[in-house]
T-cell receptor, first 114, second 115 residues
Framework: DSGVTQTPKHLITATGQRVTLRCSPRSGDLSVYWYQQSLDQGLQFLIQYYNGEERAKGNILERFSAQQFPDLHSELNLSSLELGDSALYFC?????????????FGSGTQLSVL | AQKITQTQPGMFVQEKEAVTLDCTYDTSDPSYGLFWYKQPSSGEMIFLIYQGSYDQQNATEGRYSLNFQKARKSANLVISASQLGDSAMYFCAMREGRSNYQLIWGAGTKLIIKP
């Protein structure tokens, strides 16, 4: 058990809908990362937060947004969903986002857009 | 161009044998780091080992070691005495630079250990 909690584990929804994925980092970890894993694109970095502030942005669509709250949990909001958004969404956390620090991953949220 | 290349989509290995999973990378940044993660069928990503570009020695973590050849830009994962529980997808990932912490991932290698 990595200590990173993601809910829900599975999500099935329809095109055009909006969903929210939630992540609780390991106790004491200040940095949260969101990744998308799909069959055609592999693992893609979406966004990183550090102690409530956005730190880095990757291949995140404008329809997607995220935030990190004062208690350090994070939410990834996906709106106007399309079939191609179906993927496994991972949250990861690390203590301070220092060089060489390992990322601890949650079990992921499997999103299916029908 | 691919920044991380894992040339072996799949491998079958006999239990108790050693396994080498290949990873080559491409970067012009002198400061970078290489990670290996394991993804079992249950889906979670499990950290295995890390090698920094300035590390003098090859990283080792239990049965895992990293064969880091900087001039060749390769960072192969070696698993000694493979076990049935090692069957999983294995991903090589790279961090470039010191400030950003975005990992760039390879396509993965599916390893199956045969009894």
């Amino acid at each position: 058990d990595s200590g990173v909690t993601q809910t829900p584990k599975h999500l099935i929804t329809a095109t055009g809908q909006r969903v929210t994925l939630r992540c609780s980092p390991r106790s004491g970890d200040l940095s949260v990362y969101w990744y998308q894993q799909s069959l055609d694109q592999g693992l893609q970095f979406l966004i990183q937060y550090y102690n409530g502030e956005e730190r880095a942005k990757g291949n995140i669509l404008e329809r997607f947004s995220a935030q990190q709250f004062p208690d350090l949990h994070s939410e990834l909001n996906l709106s106007s969903l399309e079939l191609g958004d179906s993927a496994l969404y991972f949250c990861a956390s690390s203590t301070r986002a220092r060089e060489g620090e390992k990322l601890f991953f949650g079990s992921g949220t499997q999103l299916s857009v029908l | 161009a691919q920044k991380i290349t894992q040339t072996q989509p799949g491998m079958f290995v006999q239990e108790k044998e050693a396994v080498t999973l290949d990873c080559t990378y491409d970067t012009s940044d002198p400061s970078y780091g290489l990670f290996w993660y394991k993804q079992p069928s249950s889906g979670e990503m499990i950290f295995l080992i890390y090698q920094g570009s300035y590390d003098q020695q090859n990283a080792t973590e239990g049965r895992y070691s990293l064969n880091f050849q900087k001039a060749r830009k390769s960072a192969n994962l070696v698993i000694s005495a493979s076990q049935l529980g090692d069957s999983a997808m294995y991903f090589c990932a790279m961090r470039e630079g010191r400030s950003n912490y975005q990992l760039i991932w390879g396509a993965g290698t599916k390893l199956i250990i045969k009894p």
